[in-house]
């Protein structure tokens, strides 16, 4: 059963480690996903963009198939199905269709009015028992159609969202979408640290933009209250280059190696690679 974000990121603010979200893109990713989380006794987190909620034709056959996945492999860590990005739109079908959490990314708007629709929205996911997700200062980069410029969260603005009873808070502090370019500067620990005293020790801190971001710099946002963290890009490069190699080595042409269930295995044993070392870097492992 699909359970709210905020009993995990509760214990993972407290404990100091964070639990890893982890986008889901079909079928395939779903089950390396919650298999891996499974293996390693991991709570989890599955993202869900408005472009692959689409892309998977719609919200409800998400739900249908993520609850279906926990009931047939016998999962029994605490699985949230959380909208990544959401619009204000995005967020009510997602709570209609059955999410157990969801994010409203406000963070383009004006300060008064990502107050606001956050406000409103943390109402209604209070109602029902949803987790709550809401974003101050931009995260760079695209991702999925969602551009972010980067901008550096206020950490006055931090806490006014957070004083709305949100269930945990994503600021912007250097992170991008996609590939670090060789000249990034690296995160903005000093603008982390200044947030995580603004809004308090209870409130988890979300680092977007997980891929690339090297281990001490991930253990280090850790230490200052980073509670989850998303990974998406490394997970679909990882199943990328092995479904290339796979072709590349003509396996697809061996026997019935053209039978789609072994053309994307070895992408699958690629994303449960990613996803084990992520949960082991974040700390989550035997955490359930």
Request: hydrophobic content about 40%; aromatic content about 6%; some cysteine.
């Amino acid at each position: 059963m699909l359970v709210s974000a905020k009993e995990m990121l509760a214990k993972a603010r407290a404990g100091h480690y964070a639990v890893g979200q982890f986008n889901i893109n079909n079928l395939e990713w779903t089950k390396a996903i919650l298999l891996t989380a499974e293996e390693m006794k991991s709570p989890v987190i599955l993202g869900v963009s408005e472009g692959a909620g689409k892309y998977m034709c719609g919200y409800k056959t998400v739900v249908g198939m993520v609850n279906g996945m926990i009931d047939e492999l016998g999962i029994t860590v605490p699985v949230a199905l959380h909208l990544d990005h959401g619009s204000y739109e995005g967020a009510y079908k997602c709570i209609e269709a059955g999410f157990s959490s969801v994010m409203f990314d406000g963070s383009h708007y004006p300060i008064e009015e990502n107050l606001a629709k956050t406000k409103e929205l943390v109402d209604v996911c209070a109602s029902r028992g949803l987790s709550l997700e809401a974003e101050v200062g931009a995260i760079g980069g695209e991702e999925d159609g969602v551009i972010g410029g980067g901008e550096v969260a206020d950490p006055k603005e931090c806490k006014m969202i957070a004083d709305l009873g949100v269930t945990m808070l994503a600021a912007g502090i250097g992170n991008i979408h996609g590939k670090y370019p060789e000249n990034w500067a690296g995160l903005r620990f000093d603008v982390l640290e200044a947030i995580s005293n603004e809004v308090g020790a209870d409130m988890p801190l979300v680092l977007h933009g997980g891929t690339g971001i090297p281990a001490d710099m991930i253990k280090k946002a850790i230490s200052l209250g980073v509670s989850k963290i998303n990974v998406n890009t490394e997970c679909q490069l990882a199943f990328a280059a092995a479904t290339r190699t796979y072709i590349e080595e003509g396996k697809d042409l061996v026997g019935k190696g053209f039978d789609p269930r072994k053309v994307l295995a070895p992408g699958v044993e690629a994303i449960k690679a990613t996803v084990r070392e992520k949960i082991e870097l974040f700390g989550s492992a035997n955490k359930a």
